[in-house]
């Protein structure tokens, strides 16, 4: 069974940080990995999807990568800012379980 | 519509009393997804349409719990006889999925329920 962990669960940095979380899955055969952002009393914004082919996404400050073999993914955030503060979950897609399978999430706190 | 809609955002109900939560995709979209997140536990899958057919329902959590999709559209989950443990956010999503691709997921605002 496929399982999804997030390290660390709550990170606070300064704003202008450069951090990284971090996404680890128990099973590599999976078809992709999304990572979202989560803000209070709201749902799920999309912010990259890695295929399985690629090994890595970027979209303005933030960059992805998945290391398929080790089960592994970290999220990039440059020069953070405290409207990045949010939860960032990721989640796989393992093609015979028909849905994502989703981490608990990266509670991040940007201070200005 | 330009993106998942879900209502209502807000639902407060008595124990014992139905509820039914309604989820209208992006256009175009042809799978459908329903989770549930609890106050400070992950999502929770609870079933997945292709088109009006769902091929996995192995995360409902009793029989309580039912969905269908009508016109390869719009969504309604149906919990019968409220229970306080069914209190959470109903979070559905949709996706642009040919048969063996699956796409980007994008997830509506969620409807909150609470059943005292």
């Known amino acids: 069974k496929q399982e999804v962990t997030q390290i660390p669960a709550a990170l606070s940095v300064p704003e202008g940080e450069n951090l990284v979380l971090n996404c680890s899955f128990t099973?590599?055969?999976?078809?992709?990995l999304q990572w979202f952002r989560q803000d209070p009393g709201k749902g799920l914004t999309s912010l990259l999807l890695?295929?399985?082919?690629?090994r890595e996404q970027t979209s303005g400050r933030l960059n992805a990568s998945l290391d398929k073999s080790s089960g592994r993914s970290t999220l990039y955030i440059a020069a953070s800012q405290p409207g990045d503060s949010a939860t960032y979950l990721c989640?796989?897609?393992?093609?015979?379980?028909?849905?994502?399978?989703f981490g608990k999430g990266t509670k991040l706190s940007v201070k200005p | 519509g330009a993106g998942v809609s879900q209502s209502p955002s807000n639902k407060v109900t008595e124990k014992g009393k139905d509820v039914e939560l309604r989820c209208d995709p992006i256009?175009?979209?042809?799978?459908l997804y329903w989770y549930r997140q609890s106050l400070g536990q992950g999502l929770e899958f609870l079933i997945y349409?292709?088109?009006?057919?769902?091929?996995?329902k192995s995360g409902l959590p009793s029989d309580r719990f039912s969905a269908e999709r009508t016109g390869g559209s719009v969504s309604t989950l149906t919990i019968q006889r409220t229970q306080q443990e069914d209190s959470a956010v109903y979070l559905c999503?949709?996706?642009?999925?040919?048969?063996?691709?699956?796409?980007?997921?994008?997830f509506g605002e969620g409807s909150r329920l609470t059943v005292l």
């Open positions: 999503a949709s996706s642009h999925q040919p048969q063996g691709y699956t796409g980007e997921l994008f």
């Open positions: 256009s175009g979209h042809t799978a």
């Open positions: 099973d590599s055969a999976i078809y992709n």
């Open positions: 890695i295929q399985s082919s690629q």
């Open positions: 989640a796989v897609y393992g093609g015979s379980q028909g849905n994502l399978i």
């Open positions: 349409f292709q088109g009006n057919s769902a091929p996995d």
